[in-house]
């Protein structure tokens, strides 16, 4: 138990790591940019009193390591805004303040992050009953017709760009045969229902694309337990072909399936991008591109700095749980 | 050549034996999977199609960037007059709802962005990832560790939201498809590139003929180029096959998104930006990008699949798409066993859990 705990801890101090660089990355990447910082900051439609404003804000004067302890004081501590006439409070979690709108960037997020987690929640569902039965199905009919079939369906589901399967089920489904309305998001907390039925196109497509990987790595790894002397030795004990897939070959899939999932989720949080933006759901993606559009450069900082927080946890979560299920990767 | 002797070889499981050494070899083994090939061909018509996109559309008579305004019932919102979207014998696939550009024109000349950002996007990942990985493999432990360290960083990155943060500050002034490529791969595929070449080049420098080099007195860099260099030719061929049609969804999905290749370029995944709109006046204008995109990357990724099973014949007793599976069969049954666990150490990595962002 010693060397797992070890594991989980050197893992978790590898994350912090991560983070930290990547802060550093994002940071000098994008307030070392060459030209006018203030004005690439403050966005192409800030007058010349904002853009002044700007530079004050962000101490241009001082050294990079000193603007970037200011920049962790404020994620850690909070800080303390200058609007020009008032001063305003950015509590602890503070990413700074965008210039378009006046809004704090934590605020931003904190309304756009549950219809993040609704669509990819969903989809999870999805992707994993379908991905995983796929790839089940078609170890167990190895070699016959319908797994053929199968994996050419999985292979232009791996080849489908997410907004196409969108496009498509948009149009035959809303379009064509008006089994429902072009979705229009409903908040949860409003009508259960209606959200529901708003999220099931997104679900579909985003569900669809994933569970294609699903689907390949569950066939594979399912194919190399099979193959293995252990396996061998059931059916030689004549445990039948079913309790050999469903107990045995299934098992051996478990820790890549759990790993893949927690990686999926991670960088799905964060890039359901254009799920959201080709379905017009208000999530993270979505506001993260009108960002970069009009060039607000403190919302693309602090959506890339939390997206990344997602995808290095989720990283570090798909490791742990791997070694949970399969422990000698501890010993490797 | 005896039927044994040759299925060792084609086997190719001992990596002391730099697999891809015979480019007839490969080729026999990829003639015998019937998918892959019909995949290559698509793939030569496509490239052929966008090395001749000027001479293609001279033959149609029509340019990507004219607008047609006569074509177009600007009274409807700008739909395009005519059935098909307006498909005549001189524009050929229709024309553009709004603007009137030829469609057809348009397509040839994305397939020529789509490919050209791609291919030149894979080359600069596979030269980073080789060079960061062969380092790497090759250095001492501080080398190794820092190294290494930069890759995993960089393999955890959100590197779709990245590309997009990055299109973001970049001035417009500088050429957009060189950009998006350049981008896509420093956010992208050269970090799993580098961590795969490093695996295989500590399993390929203890063997006896690159001590041998070592011992001889050559020095590193000569090494790594003249015995360390062909042996990685074969994963790196197969992970570079997976990496292209990863780049094309890159680049259609940054474009689409209208922060990748920006108009007037024509590109695949910005055409499909409007097309929902114009889906029932115009459903070619949804259709065509999209099939061609569907097209592309499908090919791309049966090909990159026939490669893969080409280069590393463990893989061909478990693919059976076409594979021509009974002589790989008895060609692995003839090589089995002695170096089944130095054949693991060197297998590239599944297509299936080689890591894909931006799809999403």
Same mark, same amino acid.
């Given at each position: 138990?010693?060397?797992?705990?070890?594991?989980?801890?050197? @893992?978790? =101090?590898?994350?912090?790591?991560?983070?930290?660089?990547?802060?550093?990355? &994002?940071?000098?990447?994008?307030?070392?940019?060459p030209?006018?910082? %203030?004005?690439i900051?403050?966005?192409?439609?800030?007058?010349p009193?904002?853009?002044?404003?700007?530079?004050?804000q962000?101490?241009?004067?001082?050294?990079?390591?000193?603007?970037?302890?200011?920049?962790?004081?404020?994620?850690?501590?909070?800080?303390?805004?200058?609007?020009?006439?008032?001063?305003?409070?950015?509590?602890?979690?503070?990413?700074?303040?965008?210039?378009?709108?006046?809004?704090?960037?934590?605020? &931003? &997020?904190?309304?756009?992050?549950?219809?993040?987690?609704?669509?990819?929640l969903?989809?999870?569902?999805?992707?994993?009953?379908?991905?995983?039965?796929?790839?089940?199905?078609?170890a167990w @009919?190895?070699? @016959?017709?319908?797994?053929?079939?199968?994996?050419?369906?999985?292979?232009?589901?791996?080849?489908?760009?997410?907004?196409? &399967?969108?496009?498509?089920?948009?149009?035959?489904?809303?379009?064509?045969?008006?089994?429902?309305?072009?979705?229009?998001?409903?908040?949860?907390?409003?009508?259960?229902?209606?959200?529901?039925?708003?999220?099931?196109?997104p679900?579909?497509?985003?569900?669809?694309?994933?569970?294609?990987?699903?689907?390949?790595?569950?066939?594979?790894?399912?194919?190399?337990?099979?193959?293995?002397?252990?396996?061998?030795?059931?059916?030689?004990?004549?445990?039948?072909?079913?309790?050999?897939?469903?107990?045995?070959?299934?098992?051996?899939?478990? %820790?890549?399936?759990?790993?893949?999932? %927690?990686?999926?989720?991670?960088?799905?949080?964060?890039?359901?991008?254009?799920?959201?933006?080709?379905f017009?759901?208000?999530?993270?993606?979505q506001?993260?591109?009108?960002?970069?559009?009009?060039?607000?450069?403190?919302?693309?900082?602090?959506?890339?700095?939390?997206?990344?927080?997602?995808?290095?946890? =989720?990283?570090?979560?798909?490791?742990?749980?791997?070694?949970?299920?399969?422990?000698?990767?501890?010993?490797? | 050549?005896?039927?044994?002797?040759?299925?060792?070889?084609?086997?190719?499981?001992?990596?002391?034996?730099p697999?891809?050494?015979?480019?007839?070899r490969? /080729?026999?083994?990829?003639?015998?999977?019937?998918?892959?090939?019909?995949?290559?061909?698509?793939?030569?018509?496509?490239?052929?199609?966008?090395?001749?996109?000027?001479?293609?559309?001279?033959? $149609?008579?029509?340019?990507?960037t004219?607008?047609?305004?006569?074509?177009?019932?600007?009274a409807?919102?700008?739909?395009?007059?005519?059935?098909?979207?307006?498909?005549?014998?001189?524009? /050929?696939?229709?024309? +553009?709802?709004?603007?009137?550009?030829?469609?057809?024109?348009r397509?040839?000349?994305?397939?020529?962005?789509?490919?050209?950002?791609s291919?030149?996007?894979?080359?600069?990942?596979?030269?980073?990832?080789v060079?960061m990985?062969?380092?790497?493999?090759?250095g001492?432990? /501080?080398?190794?560790?820092?190294?290494?360290?930069?890759?995993?960083?960089?393999?955890?990155?959100?590197?779709?939201?990245?590309?997009?943060?990055?299109?973001?500050?970049?001035?417009?002034?500088?050429?957009?498809?060189?950009?998006?490529?350049?981008?896509?791969?420093l956010?992208?595929?050269?970090?799993?590139?580098?961590?795969?070449?490093?695996a295989?080049?500590?399993?390929?420098?203890?063997?006896?003929?690159?001590?041998?080099?070592?011992?001889?007195? /050559?020095?590193?860099?000569?090494?790594?180029?003249? +015995?360390?260099?062909?042996?990685?030719?074969?994963?790196?061929?197969?992970?570079?096959?997976?990496?292209?049609?990863?780049?094309?969804s890159? $680049?259609?999905?940054?474009?689409?998104?209208?922060?990748?290749?920006?108009?007037?370029?024509?590109?695949?995944?910005?055409?499909?930006?409007?097309?929902?709109?114009?889906?029932?006046?115009?459903?070619?204008?949804?259709?065509?990008?999209?099939?061609?995109?569907?097209?592309?990357?499908?090919?791309?990724?049966?090909?990159?699949?026939?490669?893969?099973?080409?280069?590393?014949?463990?893989?061909?007793?478990?693919?059976?798409?076409?594979?021509?599976?009974?002589? +790989?069969?008895?060609? +692995?049954?003839?090589?089995?066993?002695?170096?089944?666990?130095?054949?693991?150490?060197?297998?590239?990595?599944?297509?299936?859990?080689?890591?894909?962002?931006?799809?999403?």
């Amino acid at each position: 138990m010693n060397g797992f705990a070890g594991f989980v801890l050197r @893992r978790i =101090a590898g994350a912090v790591i991560t983070l930290f660089v990547l802060s550093v990355i &994002i940071y000098v990447v994008f307030y070392v940019t060459p030209g006018n910082v %203030a004005q690439i900051t403050c966005g192409p439609r800030c007058s010349p009193v904002q853009v002044h404003q700007v530079a004050q804000q962000l101490q241009l004067d001082d050294p990079l390591y000193v603007r970037y302890w200011h920049f962790l004081q404020g994620l850690f501590a909070g800080q303390d805004f200058s609007t020009g006439t008032s001063v305003e409070h950015c509590p602890a979690p503070c990413l700074g303040q965008s210039y378009q709108t006046g809004r704090q960037v934590t605020d &931003i &997020i904190l309304t756009k992050l549950p219809v993040s987690f609704s669509l990819v929640l969903g989809a999870m569902v999805i992707w994993l009953v379908l991905g995983v039965g796929t790839g089940v199905l078609s170890a167990w @009919r190895r070699g @016959r017709l319908s797994e053929r079939v199968l994996t050419a369906i999985t292979l232009a589901g791996v080849a489908t760009p997410v907004f196409v &399967i969108g496009l498509v089920l948009m149009i035959v489904v809303c379009g064509e045969l008006q089994l429902l309305p072009f979705p229009q998001y409903v908040n949860f907390t409003d009508d259960p229902e209606q959200w529901a039925w708003s999220l099931l196109l997104p679900w579909l497509s985003l569900a669809l694309i994933e569970a294609a990987n699903f689907a390949r790595l569950t066939r594979a790894s399912m194919l190399e337990t099979l193959a293995e002397d252990h396996i061998r030795t059931f059916r030689a004990y004549g445990v039948g072909e079913r309790a050999v897939i469903a107990r045995h070959a299934l098992r051996g899939a478990t %820790a890549s399936v759990i790993a893949l999932n %927690a990686v999926t989720f991670g960088s799905a949080v964060g890039g359901a991008v254009l799920t959201e933006t080709l379905f017009g759901l208000p999530g993270i993606g979505q506001e993260l591109v009108h960002a970069v559009k009009v060039v607000d450069l403190p919302v693309v900082v602090g959506m890339v700095l939390v997206i990344g927080f997602f995808v290095v946890l =989720a990283n570090a979560v798909a490791d742990v749980l791997y070694a949970v299920a399969d422990r000698r990767v501890v010993l490797a | 050549m005896s039927e044994a002797l040759a299925a060792v070889e084609t086997a190719g499981t001992d990596i002391s034996v730099p697999a891809a050494s015979g480019a007839h070899r490969f /080729w026999r083994r990829l003639r015998t999977q019937r998918a892959a090939l019909v995949a290559a061909a698509v793939v030569a018509l496509l490239v052929l199609a966008a090395l001749a996109a000027p001479l293609l559309t001279a033959l $149609e008579g029509q340019d990507p960037t004219t607008y047609h305004p006569t074509l177009i019932d600007s009274a409807r919102g700008g739909v395009p007059i005519g059935s098909f979207g307006g498909a005549s014998a001189d524009h /050929w696939l229709g024309v +553009e709802p709004q603007t009137g550009r030829d469609m057809f024109a348009r397509l040839v000349y994305g397939a020529r962005v789509s490919l050209g950002v791609s291919l030149g996007a894979t080359l600069v990942q596979v030269v980073l990832g080789v060079a960061m990985g062969v380092a790497a493999g090759l250095g001492n432990r /501080w080398i190794d560790l820092i190294l290494s360290r930069i890759t995993d960083i960089f393999i955890s990155m959100p590197l779709m939201i990245m590309a997009l943060a990055l299109l973001a500050i970049v001035p417009d002034s500088f050429p957009r498809p060189v950009l998006v490529a350049l981008i896509i791969s420093l956010v992208s595929g050269w970090s799993t590139t580098a961590k795969m070449v490093r695996a295989q080049t500590l399993a390929l420098r203890n063997l006896d003929y690159v001590s041998a080099s070592r011992l001889s007195g /050559w020095s590193t860099s000569r090494t790594a180029v003249r +015995e360390l260099l062909p042996g990685l030719a074969a994963p790196v061929i197969t992970y570079a096959a997976l990496l292209i049609p990863q780049n094309i969804s890159a $680049e259609a999905a940054l474009s689409f998104l209208g922060v990748g290749v920006k108009p007037p370029t024509p590109s695949w995944g910005q055409m499909l930006t409007s097309a929902d709109v114009w889906y029932q006046a115009a459903p070619q204008y949804l259709l065509l990008p999209a099939l061609a995109l569907f097209v592309t990357v499908f090919a791309m990724t049966v090909l990159g699949d026939g490669v893969r099973v080409a280069l590393d014949p463990r893989a061909a007793s478990r693919l059976r798409i076409g594979t021509g599976r009974k002589r +790989e069969s008895r060609a +692995e049954k003839a090589a089995q066993a002695p170096n089944a666990a130095a054949a693991k150490a060197a297998q590239v990595p599944d297509a299936a859990v080689v890591k894909k962002e931006g799809r999403a």
